[in-house]
């Protein structure tokens, strides 16, 4: 680990001073905190990044978050638990950016810092941890809570070969009782990625490291892919150990905490192919509410727009050949001089459906609309102005994706001039 620099430290010198009444911190104080944290942080990153220039970059950073985040902390170890919380966000930034190299298949993070005297036993043990667990015992190992590591590794070693893992978590409903407001609602949202269960809490009052820990150490037991939560300022992510995906069409696509999908595999696959059939033979096809790009992907659509940033961001990475614009179609739909540069269009609106791009739509030239609804009642307004503007409704095609429900959505096919 290399020491901060001069240069580095007048770069986060302005930091200090803007953050000295929320921090209660001035330079001698960073100073005592980065010497007492920077090289348990380096040793994690480390870790975790299996890169030692890796880590050096991503600790300078940070420690420049963590000034400008302005936060107010009840003790030492809740400024500490939030420093490694930077930490383990930049460097799962850094996989999703591209910055890292891409890691051989047969890479193992817990051999990244061998030690050559180890014994055997404490090698099989580690062996039987998952990269997570792993990664949670080098960094209480790092911090000097050797006492813990190696109690840790004993009770693996002493486990007879092949003995089920037992979980050890508590129930969910337990775990979050005494966090929720009184007289307040909390919300759990869980959605299937990739990688197992993306997990995001709202109403949760959970602001002490105590709570915090809890959460997590839930988390990591309970092998989720990812843990949020929300405390009204959008979802903040507490643990995920790689990076969140979910495969569309055969591309992996990074999943923002609380981001859209279909409500089953089978019943996205229905849509999908009626999307196809509906813009089937348009070669330039826009994806109007394009979401994480269901629809976008599968019909390899030129044009995507879609009112979430991140969602649109994710969108742009995964689909490097589609232009791909953060727009709000309530506020700012295509025009008809806009359309014109399509012949096909998808549109898959929320529930309140897309008046004011319909009646763009009505105006323009564009040769075949596909049209997906999750509101029967907003689709019937939305298909009578297409209608009015000279479209014919070709067919409509019913889909159920909710057991025991009267819910149900859509999908249909506008056409002009065929």
Not at 60 to 78: I, K, P
Not at 158 to 166: F, Q, S
Not at 295 to 322: H, I, N
Request: glycine content about 6%; aromatic content about 6%; proline content about 5%.
């Amino acid at each position: 680990m290399r020491d901060i620099t001069l240069s580095e430290l007048e770069r986060l010198q302005p930091v200090i001073s803007e953050a000295d009444d929320a921090l209660q911190m001035d330079q001698d104080s960073f100073r005592s905190l980065y010497e007492r944290t920077a090289r348990p942080l380096w040793v994690y990153l480390c870790r975790k990044t299996g890169r030692t220039e890796l880590a050096d970059e991503l600790l300078q950073e940070t420690y420049y978050r963590f000034l400008r985040a302005r936060m107010v902390f009840e003790n030492d170890g809740h400024r500490k638990n939030y420093l490694f919380r930077i930490a383990t966000n930049l460097a799962n930034d850094s996989f999703r950016r591209g910055r890292d190299e891409q890691l051989p298949e047969n890479y193992d993070a817990g051999a990244a810092a061998p030690d050559p005297h180890q014994p055997t036993d404490v090698s099989r043990a580690l062996a039987r941890l998952k990269p997570r667990e792993r990664d949670a015992l080098w960094l209480a190992y790092a911090e000097g809570r050797h006492d813990e590591a190696v109690r840790s590794l004993r009770t693996i070693a002493d486990k007879e070969e092949g003995e089920a893992e037992a979980s050890q978590g508590i129930p969910a409903h337990e775990m979050l009782g005494d966090m929720l407001q009184h007289k307040r609602v909390g919300e759990v949202q869980l959605t299937l990625i990739d990688s197992g269960a993306d997990v995001l809490l709202k109403g949760i009052h959970a602001r002490r490291l105590d709570e915090i820990e809890r959460l997590t150490s839930f988390a990591m037991k309970h092998d989720l892919a990812r843990l949020s939560i929300d405390r009204g300022l959008g979802p903040e992510t507490l643990l995920e150990p790689q990076p969140a995906t979910v495969t569309l069409s055969g591309v992996p696509v990074a999943f923002p905490p609380g981001a859209f999908l279909q409500a089953t595999e089978d019943g996205e696959e229905v849509l999908v192919r009626a999307v196809q059939e509906a813009v089937a033979g348009c070669m330039r096809i826009s994806d109007l509410f394009a979401g994480l790009g269901t629809f976008t992907l599968a019909t390899r659509a030129t044009y995507a727009a879609e009112a979430s940033r991140d969602v649109a961001a994710a969108l742009k990475r995964a689909a490097p050949g589609t232009t791909v614009e953060h727009r709000d179609l309530y506020r700012r739909p295509l025009d008809p001089g806009e359309l014109k540069r399509f012949d096909g269009v998808v549109l898959d609106p929320p529930r309140a459906g897309a008046a004011e791009q319909v009646s763009q739509l009505a105006r323009s030239a564009v040769r075949r609309i596909a049209y997906v609804s999750c509101n029967p009642a907003t689709f019937a307004n939305d298909a009578k102005a297409l209608i009015d503007g000279g479209y014919k409704l070709e067919w409509v095609e019913p889909v159920g994706q909710f057991r025991w429900s009267t819910h149900v959505e859509l999908a249909s096919c506008f056409t002009r001039g065929e």
